[in-house]
């Protein structure tokens, strides 16, 4: 059984820390990050389900920017993690329709944007976690 479950392990974290460890490690320069100005364009607040069947709720901001020339859209998840629904309601009101905001762009992939500069933290765990699950998995194949 440990020798089907490995290789699964092992994948999976190969996936982890190859998506999330790009996205990390662009994160890691600033110098590759450029700071424009944008615009929200749309604001949504929605609800989920969390593993003990409770509602938990986000905000999702998306906005649109130009950069060299071109008109481009992002959005990206605001507040935290597992707020509740007032707590996403006062965090969506920051972000009306129209209103200005720094939009940071990844200089090589102007598509790829965030509004908040800095490291990407979450990536980085969601990384190194990755790293773990192959170092794991693959120590439990050697006999």
Known sequence: MEYFIAPIGIAL?????????????????????????GKVTRTVVRSSRNMEQSTQWDVRVEYGYRYAGASLTGSTLVGYSGMGRGDAQEEARNYPVGQPLSVYVY????????????????????????????????????P
């Open 107 to 142: 200089k090589d992939d102007p598509r790829e944007s965030k509004l908040k500069e800095g490291i990407n933290v979450v990536a980085g765990v969601a990384a190194v976690f990755g790293i773990f699950l192959v170092v794991f998995f693959a120590l439990h194949m050697v």
């Open 13 to 37: 974290g190969i996936a982890l820390a190859c998506v999330f460890g790009k996205s990390f490690w662009r994160s890691l320069w600033a110098s590759n990050w450029e700071r424009v100005d």
